[in-house]
């Protein structure tokens, strides 16, 4: 069973500039969550993907877009890239959007911004 | 609106000892509760959840949690704590009004010395 993988595993990227992230989700999973943990704070959600829609997105701007293909591996970007957008990003997988579905994370993206 | 708390930053215990971490949560109508541990430079994994029923849910590596509804908590507990146990813990409810998300406690840092 493949785990969920992330890449790049770090990122300095300069404001103003735009950033792709990349997650494939674990093997068998059809849905995919991404969060932002800022420094000494939990994971806060900004979207999830089923089926390659939108299924729910947190309080985050626009400017944060997502993208999930036909093999359930997935993409977040950032445009307009904030001081404040410094953060591990993390990508979940689980089997189904169900309510009580734990959620599988990579390690995560570390995003600098300066 | 539905949340979790969770009111220490810090904890620590001896090697051997019983530990406890602690979560309250605030949720309308019945929750689905979480607990999830996050090692350096890792993404967070699951540990246990309660959904239905018996009150003390069992977990992965020793652990268990108390589902307490007139306390209004869930506290994470282990019978006898090890060094490998150190690690960022986080509390989480995923809300009923089902816009996908999990919601996480700030996380609490537990250390087990020697």
């Known amino acids: 069973e493949t785990g969920v993988t992330q890449s790049p595993t770090h990122l300095i990227k300069t404001r103003g500039q735009q950033v792709t992230l990349r997650c494939s989700s674990q093997s068998g999973h059809n849905t995919v969550s991404w969060y932002q943990q800022a420094l000494g704070q939990g994971p806060q959600f900004i979207f999830q993907y089923y089926r390659e829609e939108e299924n729910g997105r947190g309080n985050f701007p626009p400017r944060f877009s997502g993208l999930q293909f036909p093999n359930y591996s997935s993409e977040l970007n950032v445009n307009a890239l904030e001081l404040d957008d410094s953060a591990l990003y993390l990508c979940?997988?689980?089997?189904?959007?169900?309510?009580?579905?734990?959620?599988?994370f990579g390690n995560g993206t570390r995003l600098t911004v300066t | 609106a539905q949340s979790v708390a969770q009111p220490e930053d810090q904890v620590n215990v001896a090697e051997g000892n019983p530990l406890t971490v602690k979560c309250t949560y605030s949720v309308s109508g019945n929750p689905y509760l979480f607990w999830y541990v996050q090692y350096p430079n890792r993404g967070l994994q699951f540990l246990l959840k309660y959904i239905t029923g018996d009150n003390l849910v069992k977990g992965s590596y020793g652990f268990e949690a108390e589902f307490n509804k007139s306390q209004t908590s869930f506290h994470l507990k282990k019978p006898s704590a090890l060094v490998s146990d150190s690690a960022l813990y986080f509390c989480a409810v995923r809300p009923l009004e089902y816009n996908n998300d999990m919601r996480f406690g700030a996380g609490t840092r537990l250390t087990v010395k020697p």
């Open positions: 979940a997988s689980s089997f189904h959007t169900g309510d009580n579905s734990p959620l599988h």
